[in-house]
């Protein structure tokens, strides 16, 4: 599949992890529900061989010959037809095989200890840890999830890691604050916050990118949800993603979510290897409010990267109309003033919505994009 010249499509995080998958990495028997969801999806984007092994002792009531290593293979080549079927350029497996983004990647290190369950928000919890120790690596880490991506796509893939910023603000940092002498004042807690960061990403985001391209990665976004808590310390965002990107050879983006992008400008301008910010806009454009105009900041401040452009809300069930979607990359377009800056995705990932209604709202991303491609009259590949 050959990418558009203008307003390519690609994912940028999480599916809902089907029924069947939960249930079969459980080790239990199919209900009829989940039964039926694995056929009609296999229908529809043709992931699995239904005369194969896994595919018959999940169907046919014998979990005890389904490996929860094989359960999590069929669910990531999902993730991957799904996105496929779709018509994105670069896709992943729609994290098949992470739970969560927090407590994986910090089990990979030393120098934690976790303390337990913290609310995050709404009903959602996550359990924390606090920096013990110096950040060590013990392994780098999402290398077989790559790995079996890449194989098993034509497609480019691109992998997702959480950032270091986001790493340590979500976490306790007691070892590098209590090697800060005297009052434990607001330009203490900045430094320590500062070297933890630092540490996390020279220690262990860094090592395993570095790993990660050399498996083959050539796209890796890197997750900063945490970017826009404290606003004032967008420039310690950008120090650790410049200590963990420094000289290596990628296309690197940086996804932050649900934040008052205009309070980071200039500060987050200084990441000097993210190559396309990938945004949300969708979620905040009403009929009161134009979601797209801080795109006029990058003109303002002559920066002129690609722009990863949320055009899908993904906290609404409500499917956006293709001609919503290329009304808002024809404006966004007009903001930056080069059209050939817009890669298309949603918000964020769709993992909130269901695995029917995330189809619908990427078809009418796809649907979009492509009216938006005639309007500035450009071919179709």
Known sequence: MTTPTLFPLQEIGSLAKPRWQLIGQRGETLDDRARAEFETWNTRVHFADPAGPTVQALLFGRPGEAAVGAVRDLG?????????????????????????????????????QFFGHVRSFDSKYYLKAAATGPVRLERPYHLDEFDFVK???????????TGPYTLAEWSYNEHYLGRQSGWKGREVRRRAQSEFVTEIAR???????KALIEH??????????????????????????NAATEGLDATFSMHICFSDYATLFPAILEAKAC?????????????????????????????DREIGLGVLDVHRDEVESPELVAARIVRAAGYLGDP?????????????????VA???????????????????????
């Open 275 to 303: 190559q396309q910010w990938a945004w949300e806009f969708a979620n905040r454009d009403t009929s009161h409010h134009d979601g797209y105009e801080v795109l006029k900041l990058f003109r303002e401040y002559g920066d």
């Open 216 to 241: 083959g990665a050539t796209v890796i976004q890197i997750d900063e949800p945490a970017a826009g808590t404290h606003p004032d310390e967008a420039e310690l965002v950008v120090e650790g993603f």
């Open 340 to 356: 050939e800056r817009i890669w298309v995705n949603p918000d964020c990932g769709l993992r909130t919505r269901s695995l029917d």
């Open 359 to 381: 189809a619908r709202k990427l078809k009418a991303m796809a649907e979009g994009a492509r009216a938006a491609r005639k309007e500035f009259g450009a071919r179709e590949n």
């Open 203 to 209: 220690q262990a985001i860094r090592p395993t990118l």
């Open 76 to 112: 990531a080549l999902f993730g991957l037809r799904y996105f496929e079927e779709a018509g994105l350029q670069r896709v992943y497996d729609g994290e098949a095989r992470r739970i969560e983004m927090y407590e994986y990647p910090i089990r990979q290190m030393q120098g934690f």
């Open 151 to 161: 194989a098993h796509t034509e497609r480019v893939p691109k992998v997702p890691i």
